[in-house]
């Protein structure tokens, strides 16, 4: 099986700007969740989603939204970039939304906020 | 909240030697705890994980232990390899969905050939 994708790798935006990201879930997985990755923080819980609906959401400002498709396939959008969204964003994918069911994370896409 | 504790943030092993990475965790609702490395530039790989009806778990090199009552778990990597270089992540999850997983702050792991 193709593991998770994501598009664009890399991305460089400007303040106040907004940006979309894909991802793409290994077929079969209902469950896409996204996260934000940064030296400082770390790893960090952004959203997930299973069967189109979102099932929470992480402790982020509004800015930071999300939708699913019926093919599980997800999309994440940043309004209103600040420099501070300056990070790595990674989706994982799951079979299901059990919180006990293995995680798959893509590559990432690269945000860079000018 | 569920938090995390991760030690040490650096580790330095020669070849051939045992690595040891601990995380402690705070909320009792956690049951499965999952093991990632992360190569520099690259995404998180799940490399081991463990559920709390289990204590421990072993795969080749790589093992994980659990104690539930004392709310920490370990990875152990045996026979080091320069290719085991990477960070490692923990992560402690309750069950309902990932919404509520928390991340450790990694480990820098550096194996000297």
């Known amino acids: 099986k193709a593991g998770v994708t994501q598009t664009p790798r890399y991305l460089i935006k400007t303040r106040g700007q907004q940006v979309t990201l894909s991802c793409s879930p290994i077929?079969?997985?209902?469950?896409v969740s996204w996260y934000q990755q940064t030296p400082g923080q770390g790893l960090q819980f952004l959203f997930e989603?299973?069967?189109?609906?979102?099932?929470n959401k992480g402790n982020f400002p509004g800015r930071f939204s999300g939708r699913q498709f019926s093919n599980s396939r997800s999309e994440m959008n940043v309004s209103t970039l600040e420099l501070g969204d300056s990070a790595l964003y990674l989706c994982?994918?799951?079979?299901?939304?059990?919180?006990?069911?293995?995680?798959?994370f893509g590559p990432g896409t690269r945000l860079t906020v000018l | 909240g569920e938090n995390v504790e991760q030690h040490p943030s650096t580790l330095s092993v020669q070849e051939g030697d045992s690595a040891v990475i601990k995380c402690t965790y705070s909320d009792s609702a956690s049951n499965y705890f999952p093991w990632y490395k992360q190569e520099l530039g690259k995404r998180p790989q799940l490399i081991i994980d463990?559920?709390?009806?289990?204590g421990e778990k072993k795969d080749q090199r790589i093992a994980v232990t659990l104690n539930k009552t004392a709310k920490h778990f370990s990875l152990h990597i045996t026979e080091t390899q320069p290719e085991d270089s990477a960070v490692y992540f923990c992560?402690?999850?309750?069950?309902?969905?990932?919404?509520?997983?928390?991340f450790g702050t990694g480990t820098k792991l550096q194996v000297i050939p």
């Open positions: 463990i559920r709390s009806n289990v």
């Open positions: 989603y299973f069967s189109e609906t979102q099932r």
């Open positions: 994982a994918s799951s079979l299901v939304t059990s919180g006990t069911d293995t995680q798959y």
């Open positions: 077929s079969g997985h209902r469950s």
């Open positions: 992560a402690a999850i309750p069950s309902g969905g990932y919404q509520k997983v928390t």
